[in-house]
């Protein structure tokens, strides 16, 4: 492809970079995120799980949500 002038998106030009590329700092980020949301997720879980452990089932029929503050 190199005949052609075509380069890869984000590539070097022959040379090994020392820093991370774009595609390195967008899967960082991604992952700051995606930790950030299951913080969310299991406190929120935690309030409504039953005995307060997000994991727990409630019972079909027998659902009890805390009362508001």
Known sequence: ???FGMQMAG???GRRAA??????ALAVVACV???AALAVMFS?????????SP?????PGKIV????K
């Open 19 to 24: 820093f991370p590329d774009v595609y390195t």
């Open 65 to 68: 949500l805390p009362t508001a």
């Open 55 to 59: 994991f727990g089932l409630q019972e």
């Open 1 to 3: 492809m190199s005949q």
């Open 33 to 35: 995120f995606l930790v």
């Open 44 to 52: 929120a879980g935690s309030k409504v799980g039953k005995d307060g």
């Open 11 to 13: 590539g070097r030009a």
